[in-house]
């Protein structure tokens, strides 16, 4: 019963964090920017969005690891799965704690278009937007591996 409810928990988690890496990243930023025609609001609200997914990402990461390792024991680790999982985790940490503050950074200067600021920031975003499609599809194959395990119905 108690490997059911575990099983469980982590299906709703996993759905909550990759659908919302897919309904934000590839539905709500694309539609901020085809409606608003302040870009710089359209960013603000982007960042913002991205930040708290990544708080999400965070907290989700950590408890599917846990379910993982409840469900399967250390043999969890032996699985590609686990490994997507942390390589997620890690990607979430880099994004939030490297990437985000070093483009808030810049933002704070003031981008200049064709300044040396807007270029790096331009940069940033390249290697931002190149981890999250790499996110989402690790999410995607995280979910497409869910297994229904130690569930009898």
């Known amino acids: 019963m108690r490997t059911c409810i575990l099983s469980v928990l982590e299906r709703v988690v996993q759905t909550l964090w990759v659908g919302g890496l897919w309904a934000i990243g ?83 200067l003031g981008l200049v278009e064709g300044s040396e600021a807007a270029a790096q920031f331009g940069q940033l975003h390249g290697v931002s937007s190149i981890l999250y499609l790499l996110l989402s599809l690790l999410g995607l194959y995280v979910a497409v591996t869910s297994s229904a395990g130690g569930c009898k119905r």
């Open 26 to 108: 590839y539905l709500a930023v694309p539609t901020l920017f085809a409606m608003l025609d302040d870009r710089r609001l359209a960013g603000a609200l982007a960042g913002q969005l991205f930040s708290s997914l990544n708080l999400v990402g965070m907290a989700s990461a950590a408890l599917l690891i846990g379910f993982g390792l409840a469900i399967a024991g250390r043999g969890w680790l032996k699985m590609r799965r686990a490994w997507a999982l942390i390589a997620m985790l890690l990607i979430v940490l880099v994004s939030s704690l490297v990437l985000q503050p070093m483009m808030q950074e810049l933002k704070a």
